[in-house]
Structure formats: structure tokens, C-alpha cells
Nanobody, 124 residues
């Protein structure tokens, strides 16, 4: 299984950025995709997940109302639209895929598949 992230970069505070993550390698069933993020010296933090069958999305408190997760089931691809970016959103963003779990209850230890991570930097 391979997860390939794209779309990261540097953006001014208040701006927008969209991350993408495409999964490949085999077929998946009853699966969740989404994002965690990590800053140096800290554990990975839940950002957002989406149930790929239903499209129901879930958000961590720091991003709720600013970020929107969506998916293209035919392409096994998840998107994270990040609006009103804050300097505090600066982190390495990791895509995830997990099968057989409920989307709002994903913790880092549940996840067998991770992307390599992509940097998002908010600037003043």
C-alpha cells in the first residue's frame, strides 16, 4: 500500500491550501482516510478523517470550521481544503489509511498505513 501526498507549501496566514493524498497498491473496503499533523518534539495530532464509503468527515477542534475534508472514492483519493490558515497550522501533515475503524475514533496507534508527510508552513 502506498500513500502519496501532494499540495503542501508556504502560505501567508489567512490564506488557503489544498492537500491531496492518493492511495494505491490494492483494493480497499470499509476504510477511512485522513490526516494527522506533527511538529518537532510533539506527538502526531488528529486533524481530520473521512469515511470513504459514506463521505462523512470529522475534524479536530483546532481546525473545525476552517478545514474541509472530501474524497474521490473512484480514485481512492482524499483532499484537505485548508482555509484561514494560521501560523499554528505549521506542521508536517501525514496522510493515513485504515480499514475497519470508525472515522471519528482513529488514534495514531490504529493506523497501519501512513504517507511520508508533507510540509505546510503558515507565514506572517
Amino acid at each position: 500500500v502506498q500513500l502519496v501526498e501532494s499540495g503542501g507549501g508556504l502560505v501567508q496566514a489567512g490564506g488557503s491550501l489544498t492537500l491531496s493524498c492518493a492511495a494505491s497498491g490494492r483494493s480497499f473496503s470499509d476504510f477511512v482516510m485522513g490526516w494527522f499533523r506533527q511538529t518537532p518534539g510533539k506527538r502526531r495530532e488528529f486533524v481530520s478523517t473521512i469515511k470513504m464509503n459514506s463521505g462523512h468527515g470529522y475534524y479536530g477542534h483546532p481546525v473545525k470550521g476552517r478545514f474541509t475534508i472530501s474524497r474521490d472514492s473512484a480514485k481512492n483519493t482524499v483532499y484537505l481544503q485548508m482555509n484561514r490558515l494560521e501560523i499554528g497550522d505549521t506542521a508536517l501533515y501525514y496522510c493515513l489509511l485504515v480499514e475497519g475503524k470508525d472515522a471519528p475514533f482513529i488514534v495514531e496507534q490504529d493506523v497501519p498505513y501512513w504517507g511520508r508527510g508533507i510540509q505546510v508552513t503558515g507565514s506572517s
